[in-house]
């Protein structure tokens, strides 16, 4: 948030709420930026801004073809399931396993686990 300070602040709050959402997601910049109402690039500024911040990491598309990759859009992921439950507004649910939900938390949480260890050794 004190970053975004220098920027538009109602915009960047926009954005959390959408950037929530959109955890483990391929990005369409455009999209975001609409539902936002800002430009694509100020969203792919605000996602640089969670990745330069340690909040969210990005992760390539990757395919067999190299051609293939360049097209895809890539994935963020919070760093933490609590901070990502916090912006979804879903600290209070009951999460039961099976549920779609849990099994997005559970891929964020395998990321972020493996982020971690990297950023170790």
Avoid: H
């Amino acid at each position: 948030m004190q970053e975004a300070l220098v920027r538009r602040v109602d915009g960047f709050v926009r954005f959390l709420d959408l950037a929530g959402q959109m955890n483990a997601e391929p990005v369409n910049y455009a999209k975001v930026a609409r539902a936002a109402g800002v430009s694509a690039k100020t969203v792919r500024d605000y996602f640089s801004t969670l990745a330069d911040t340690l909040l969210a990491f990005r992760v390539e598309a990757w395919s067999y073809s190299v051609k293939k990759q360049l097209l895809k859009a890539p994935k963020y992921y919070f760093f933490n399931c609590g901070v990502l439950n916090a912006l979804c507004g879903e600290l209070r649910t009951e999460l039961r396993p099976s549920s779609f939900c849990y099994g997005k938390l559970f891929e964020t949480l395998q990321r972020s686990s493996k982020r971690t260890l990297n950023l170790i050794v």
